[in-house]
């Protein structure tokens, strides 16, 4: 049975940095793609970045990009998504991911295997 347990999210104000952290458990997180969307209040739930197995690759949405790095500690079976210069308009509910069913497009809900419960980041302007 795999676990996501999110942590890191919080109250920060436009152009602060957070980290949020996912720790898996159940299955090392270098044995599948790991990724991370998010859900604004009255939105859909929407891709954020995933990062490749062996950790080689990453991607992006055009709304994060150059701003969230997406990273893994396979020692501590944690993935992470480093966010700078945040704005009011990253608010929403993180989720952590695991498992990309890579016949299907990543950028869909539906084609990842494992979610965590999420944890809620509010940018102040």
């Known amino acids: 049975q795999v676990q996501l347990v999110e942590s890191g999210g919080g109250l920060v104000q436009a152009g602060d940095s957070r980290r949020l952290s996912c720790t898996a458990s159940?299955?090392?997180?270098?044995?599948?793609?790991m990724g991370w969307f998010r859900q604004a209040p009255g939105k859909e739930r929407i891709f954020v970045s995933r990062?490749?197995?062996?950790?080689?690759?990453?991607d992006y949405a055009d709304a994060v990009k150059g701003r969230f790095t997406i990273s893994r500690d396979s020692a501590k079976n944690t993935v992470y998504l480093q966010m700078t210069t945040l704005e009011p308009e990253d608010t929403a509910v993180y989720y952590c991911?695991?498992?990309?069913?890579?016949?299907?497009?990543?950028?869909?809900?539906?084609?990842?295997?494992?979610w965590g419960q999420g944890t809620q980041v509010t940018v102040s302007s």
């Open positions: 991911t695991r498992g990309w069913n890579s016949n299907l497009n990543k950028n869909f809900p539906q084609a990842w295997a494992y």
């Open positions: 159940g299955r090392a997180v270098g044995t599948a793609n």
């Open positions: 990062i490749s197995p062996d950790g080689g690759r990453t």
